[in-house]
């Protein structure tokens, strides 16, 4: 089982990666791993929570990129809520971080056209606020 002797800098650095990839349109969750991780690391509770953060919320930006490019003639005009979206505005990614509907909000708030700065922030306030509850959690 040698496999388990990782240091806390290659931790950290798989769950940014992880935390990353998990906010984007492929499947997983970090939070295991911050859990894991701050089991393993407890003295390194803010870093992991603030690399988990970034992470995710490079990957939540990735995903309002990625609808900011669909043309405005997709089918997206037939999204789900999309008025409630369109009233409530970049606020509303503040629940980015829910499983299967936050890789949709991200989406959509580039695809309506919200600016990045303000999805950026609520997306990353989200994200922060679920993984301080687990890091809360965890020690």
């Given at each position: 089982?040698?496999?388990?002797n990782v240091?806390?800098e290659?931790g950290l650095?798989?769950l940014f990666?992880a935390?990353?990839?998990s906010a984007?349109?492929?499947?997983?969750g970090?939070?295991a791993?911050l859990?894991a991780?701050?089991?393993?690391?407890?003295?390194?509770?803010?870093?992991?929570?603030?690399?988990?953060?970034?992470g995710?919320t490079?990957g939540?930006?990735v995903?309002?990129?990625?609808g900011?490019?669909l043309?405005?003639?997709q089918r997206?005009?037939?999204?789900p809520?999309?008025e409630r979206l369109e009233?409530?505005?970049?606020?509303?990614?503040?629940?980015s971080w829910l499983p299967l509907v936050?890789?949709a909000l991200?989406?959509?708030?580039?695809?309506?056209?919200?600016?990045?700065?303000p999805c950026?922030?609520?997306?990353?306030?989200?994200?922060f606020?679920?993984?301080?509850?687990i890091?809360?959690?965890?020690?």
């Open positions: 089982m040698e496999w388990l240091t806390a290659q650095a798989g990666l935390s990353f990839l984007t349109v492929l499947p997983g970090s939070e791993l859990w991780f701050l089991r393993l690391h407890p003295e390194q509770a803010g870093l992991a929570l603030l690399l988990a953060t970034l995710n490079g939540g930006m995903s309002w990129w990625c900011r490019f043309p405005k003639w997206l005009e037939t999204l809520h999309k009233r409530w505005g970049s606020p509303t990614l503040l629940f936050g890789d991200c989406l959509a708030a580039g695809w309506l056209r919200f600016h990045w700065l950026c922030l609520f997306i990353a306030l989200g994200k606020a679920r993984y301080g509850l890091v809360y959690l965890a020690s």
